[in-house]
């Protein structure tokens, strides 16, 4: 197909267009993509901090209610009142293990998982001790200081972990909050340079397009004004095989019959001239 005005111009501003497009997919498609890691390590850290917090209460309330329970292991006429504390710390406990076990699944580091697979295995040992210690209290001939003991220690051991598994969610949701700072920092970033490589295509695109009708259009126009100040020396250059290479090339067949019918004027009235000498 030939290689006309309409269809460079056709051609070009397209490629503009498509190219447009193409930058405008790949900058959504960057920032689509980075909003959606940040959105899912802040949903990971905020639920992370929030079970972890879940199971700070839920241990101190099982603390509470055993603490309650064996309270009132001499009180005579409150054994329904003692179940009721004992009922409500397995709960409790029972909560810690389901909490610890979500947090298990969606901790993003082997360290935090650590933590928090240490506070499962901290819990099953509290939910012994408070076994042992109520059978202790409950039965003759059993060591109940030995048993208390063992209950404030897997209950010390209980604590501590709770409060590491506290850290490491306050830590996840800190992590969070820093992952968001450099997600906008790259999608700024990001955005601002697909943009001005768009630009510099489509500047590119322009000035060539521009160039290939505006140098030939320009000779044409010096042809032009030479030849009307009576300069008939003046070459005429094809540029392009387009209607402007063809305008060139009528520019230059005018230019060589201007010069033809030129000189066939100077013949004339010299041929006149001599006319007259000789008469």
């Known amino acids: 197909m ?19 497009a193409i930058v405008a997919l790949i900058g959504g498609y960057a920032v689509f993509t980075l909003r959606r890691d940040a959105n899912d390590a802040t949903r990971v850290g905020a639920r992370l901090n929030s079970l972890a917090l879940e199971i700070q209460i839920h241990d101190l309330e099982a603390s509470r209610k055993v603490n309650n329970y064996l309270a009132q292991t001499g009180t005579a006429g409150r054994d329904k009142k003692r179940k009721m504390y004992l009922e409500e710390a397995k709960f409790e406990i029972n909560e810690i293990q389901t909490l610890a076990s979500k947090a298990l699944e969606i901790a993003p580091t082997s360290t935090s998982r650590v933590k928090f697979a240490k506070i499962m295995e901290a819990s099953a040992q509290f939910a012994d001790a408070v076994e042992k210690v109520v059978a202790a209290t409950n039965a003759e001939g059993i060591d109940v200081k030995d048993a208390k003991a063992a209950y404030e220690d897997a209950a010390d051991e209980l604590h501590e972990s709770a409060e590491d598994g506290e850290v490491v969610g306050h830590d996840a949701s800190q992590t969070s909050l820093e992952a968001i700072d450099r997600t906008s ?15 510099i295509l489509g500047i590119t695109v322009s000035y060539k ?15 032009a004004e030479n030849v ?3 300069n008939l020396d003046m070459s005429v250059h094809r540029y392009s ?9 009528s520019f230059s067949r005018m230019v060589t019959a201007v010069k033809f019918f030129r000189m066939e004027a100077q013949l004339g009235q010299s041929e006149e001239a001599a006319h007259e000498v000789k008469h």
């Open 185 to 199: 920092s790259r999608s700024v970033a990001l955005v601002v340079g697909i943009s001005a490589l768009g630009l």
């Open 2 to 20: 030939k290689g006309t005005i309409r269809n460079k111009l056709t051609a070009g501003f397209s490629g503009v267009l498509i190219l447009m």
């Open 209 to 223: 397009l521009a160039r290939a009708i505006l140098i030939p259009v320009d000779h044409l126009k010096e042809v």
């Open 241 to 249: 095989d387009d209607e402007i290479g063809d305008l060139a090339d």
């Open 228 to 230: 009307s100040l009576g």
